[in-house]
């Protein structure tokens, strides 16, 4: 119940394309749903985050969209670049009035981006 | 963002010492910081939770007395991992978690244990 589904676990897209990642939860406790990116030998640096009342967020090339009912959420990446390449990790937050605070990670995507 | 600086980013030692990783939250108080480890090509695996001057909360598994963590301050969390051996050898990574709710981590921290 406190898993968090991430796939594909490795995805190849050509430079210009789009890339596309998905998640999906079961507990609906969670409230708050980021997404991080982390380079070899870094720490994850958050990307993008989105909450549940809302089924799109866009921040420049990523877009994050929300669907509550399926309980799934999903990255895209527009205008995929060689800089993109990277792990992408999606999380969601169990709400703190459950009385627990954490945030549960999913099994991270290897994204490559040809130039 | 906000910025959280983990030290030192590399730490080699040998098996039977103890080993000390600073956590610290720059431009914003952490009211929580989480400790998280990850092995090569998995996902981050939190180890524990603490909140700023009480004692931690450890994940199932998680030894409390081998891994030490303290938050004496809204700024400062500190891992210890006492006696350390071979099999502790991993990337640590800390994070904190602002009044925004956003967690915001640090660079991580690779240890080898000789």
């Known amino acids: 119940q406190q898993q968090v589904k991430q796939s594909p676990q490795s995805l190849i897209v050509q430079k210009g394309g789009i890339s596309i990642i998905n998640c999906a939860y079961e507990?609906?406790?969670?409230?708050?749903f980021p997404w991080y990116q982390q380079f070899p030998g870094k720490g994850p640096a958050l990307l993008i985050a989105?909450?549940?009342?809302?089924s799109e967020k866009k921040e420049g090339r990523f877009t994050i969209s929300f669907n509550k009912s399926a309980k799934q959420f999903s990255l895209h990446i527009m205008d995929s670049q060689p800089g993109d390449s990277a792990t992408y990790f999606c999380?969601?937050?169990?709400?703190?009035?459950?009385?627990?605070?954490?945030?549960?990670f999913g099994t991270g995507t290897r994204l490559k981006v040809l130039a | 963002g906000a910025v959280v600086s983990q030290h030192p980013s590399r730490v080699i030692c040998k098996s039977g010492t103890s080993v000390k990783i600073e956590c610290r939250s720059l431009?914003?108080?952490?009211?929580?910081m989480f400790w998280y480890r990850q092995f090569p090509k998995k996902s981050l695996m939190l180890m524990a939770t603490?909140?700023?001057?009480?004692?931690?909360?450890?994940e199932q598994g998680v030894e409390k007395d081998k891994f030490l963590i303290n938050h004496a301050s809204l700024t400062l969390s500190t891992l210890t991992v006492t006696s350390a051996h071979p099999e502790d050898s991993s990337f640590y990574i800390c994070g904190g978690r602002g009044h925004t709710g956003e967690l915001f981590f640090g660079e991580g921290s690779r240890l080898t244990v000789l």
């Open positions: 999380a969601a937050r169990s709400d703190p009035t459950s009385g627990t605070y954490k945030y549960i």
């Open positions: 603490s909140n700023e001057g009480s004692k931690a909360t450890y």
């Open positions: 989105i909450r549940p009342d809302v």
């Open positions: 431009d914003f108080q952490a009211t929580t």
């Open positions: 507990n609906t406790a969670f409230d708050y």
